[in-house]
């Protein structure tokens, strides 16, 4: 079977628009065009369109240019990696599975020949990630890659629309209750991918796969009873629920619709939507993207109750299941609520949480847009995400918050956990969340050195940071004409004593710290805001622990450094992520000691974003821990209080 290139050449006419709902929003979603392989017959009747609409919509992706900085830098870093997998060997079990040669050498770790997950990132997180790569930047050479992996899947895909890298049988044991990794996680990765290059690259190809594997997967789901059903639905399925919904927005097919919200899973949902947090004990990743499902779920209309299930879900998740980086889980799971002591540990704060997080954050935000769910972004975006990922390309597994360990990657070849698909992924989006907008305001979420394009308003808008480094951040005007504007810039729950300037001369900052300052004028070209957002230290203490303290400087954790003492490079980069193994034992854990009237950490003379504290074994420097690379360091250091203290004669 061959696929000729015209279904998918950017030039050609494509029947998928380049819209964002993949991104967040299913309003950005509404109107893209049914595929030209989709006939009539088989959409069926179409389901009620979305009722909700967002009320700060995102960018289409390609209207923010990332600008010098870390993100951009991080990007570049992403794009290296993912270019330099070879095709051939992201495709070698999918070829097996389908009867058809392959000499490539097979990857390993996770995507092995021998590995139930096989598949989940090289037909999956892989597509995804290049298809949001190819919307910020138009790299012709990651569409051209990407595309031509579409199409070598599609002569993989069985006659019945089935689509993998292992054989279906897998289903069938899952059916059965036999033990199987995780099969509809895997098919929902394959069936996003597709859909991701359907929707940001214009894939024709791609949108009949995606079709024809979810056709596949609600025929295997209709031959369930629901008590059969509810069974299954105990085995982690990932975001199918969102992945068939968004299908849906393409297709307009009702059972796609159907299949979705059959993945309702009351066992999470119900206490969710009572706002009890019935969260101990249970798998963290395997439940937000069931979450972010149902935050689709009620973007397509399908009642209120989905929107509790969201809303409470983030409360109860950053109140009382987050450590102060913003991220969650150890050993990938959750404890009763407001415990932490004694759950820090080399496997903390899983990064594929941290990743989902932000999704459902920024739906979210797109349904209220509240400055509180920007800080907390910022703080996932800035201590969980930036810095899990090193100069190769290589993405974390867990942030260990426990001290003594030093941060590992993966492999570029042999590992293909779910978080280096998740990594690929956050790392291509970077751009996606910086500036909102609602008719004729602008929203400033977060302080990234970008270029915002907004033809509709002739406005182009150029911000010039170098934040977190850089304690402010300037906002320059192009404009075709005069206009007036509605201008949101956030202002830190962090930034007391936030500055403003416009056009160089010093105005009254009319906004409180966890708000937005609204500049509601008449912009004309050339037009200059300068925003100064000093940051100052302040401790974050265990809620149920308060000698273990992490130190912060604005939205940044510090970290302390430990030292390389027994770091082995070669386990700086591992197959499998083994971070127990990395504890520095036979050495006292650093403590601090504090004065009752004074901060226990305080500014290195070295100057920048460097600071000292005063250990047992003498002193310790500490800098944000996203620039931690190759040594040991310590968040939470256990600070011994006043009335522990020798008297001083």
Not at 86 to 95: M, V
Request: charged share 25%.
């Amino acid at each position: 079977m061959t696929h000729s290139n015209d279904d998918h050449r950017p030039g050609a006419g494509p029947a998928v628009s380049r819209r964002t709902f993949l991104q967040g929003s299913a309003a950005a979603a509404a109107g893209i065009a049914l595929g030209a392989n989709a006939t009539a017959a088989e959409t069926g009747p179409a389901a009620p369109r979305p009722k909700p609409r967002w009320r700060a919509q995102p960018f289409v992706a390609d209207r923010v240019r990332l600008l010098d900085g870390p993100f951009l830098q991080a990007r570049e870093r992403d794009r290296r990696y993912l270019m330099s997998i070879p095709n051939a060997r992201l495709l070698h079990s999918f070829r097996l599975t389908a009867g058809l040669p392959s000499s490539a050498q097979p990857l390993g770790g996770w995507e092995s020949p021998h590995c139930e997950l096989r598949g989940h990132f090289s037909g999956g997180h892989y597509l995804s990630a290049c298809a949001l790569l190819y919307a910020a930047t138009a790299d012709g050479a990651v569409l051209d890659k990407a595309n031509a992996l579409v199409d070598a899947l599609a002569e993989c895909q069985r006659d019945d629309g089935y689509l993998g890298a292992y054989p279906a049988s897998f289903y069938d044991r899952l059916g059965r209750g036999e033990n199987v990794w995780v099969p509809i996680y895997t098919c929902d990765k394959i069936i996003a991918g597709h859909l991701a290059m359907a929707v940001h690259c214009g894939n024709r190809t791609a949108l009949r796969t995606a079709t024809r594997m979810a056709d596949w997967l609600g025929a295997w789901m209709d031959g369930f009873d629901d008590a059969a059903w509810e069974r299954i639905l105990g085995v982690e399925f990932g975001g199918i629920g969102e992945t068939l919904l968004n299908l849906h927005e393409v297709t307009g097919a009702d059972r796609h619709r159907r299949w979705a919200l059959r993945f309702d899973h009351a066992r999470l949902l119900e206490p969710l939507a009572e706002g009890r947090d019935a969260l101990a004990g249970l798998h963290a990743n395997t439940q937000i993207p069931k979450v972010i499902a149902a935050a689709r779920a009620w973007e397509a209309g399908a009642g209120e109750r989905y929107r509790q299930v969201a809303g409470n879900f983030w409360r109860i998740v950053t109140d009382d299941h987050a450590y102060c980086t913003g991220g969650t889980s150890d050993y990938e799971h959750w404890a009763e609520p407001g415990r932490f002591a004694g759950r820090l540990s080399g496997h903390s704060h899983e990064s594929c949480c941290s990743h989902n997080m932000l999704r459902l954050t920024r739906h979210l935000y797109g349904w209220e847009p509240d400055a509180a769910l920007m800080d907390y972004y910022e703080r996932v975006l800035f201590n969980a995400r930036l810095g899990t990922q090193d100069d190769a390309g290589m993405m974390m597994y867990f942030v260990p918050m426990d001290a003594g360990y030093w941060k590992t990657y993966n492999t570029p070849f042999d590992s293909f956990w779910c978080c280096t698909g998740t990594g690929v992924e956050e790392f291509a989006r970077s751009n996606d969340t910086i500036y909102f907008h609602d008719g004729d305001s602008l929203f400033v979420n977060l302080f990234i050195a970008s270029e915002l394009s907004w033809p509709e308003q002739g406005l182009r808008l150029r911000q010039t940071t170098r934040f977190p480094d850089e304690e402010g951040t300037t906002l320059a005007f192009d404009l075709e004409r005069p206009r007036q504007l509605e201008m949101r810039i956030r202002i830190p729950d962090w930034a007391a004593g936030a500055t403003l300037k416009i056009n160089g001369q010093a105005q009254a900052l009319q906004a409180a710290p966890g708000s937005y300052l609204v500049l509601d004028r008449r912009f004309e070209d050339g037009d200059r805001i300068e925003l100064g957002l000093p940051m100052a230290l302040h401790a974050a203490p265990l809620p149920d622990e308060p000698s273990l303290q992490a130190m912060m400087y604005g939205p940044l954790v510090l970290a302390a450094r430990l030292g390389r003492e027994g770091i082995d490079p070669d386990r700086v980069r591992v197959s499998d992520p083994r971070p127990s193994f990395n504890r520095l034992t036979g050495t006292q854990l650093p403590s601090v000691f504090f004065e009752p009237d004074e901060s226990w950490v305080r500014r290195s003379g070295e100057g920048g974003q460097v600071f000292e504290a005063t250990g047992i074994d003498g002193p310790l420097q500490l800098i944000p821990l996203h620039r931690i690379r190759d040594e040991r360091y310590a968040v939470y250091c256990r600070a011994r209080p006043a009335w522990e203290r020798k008297p001083q004669f």
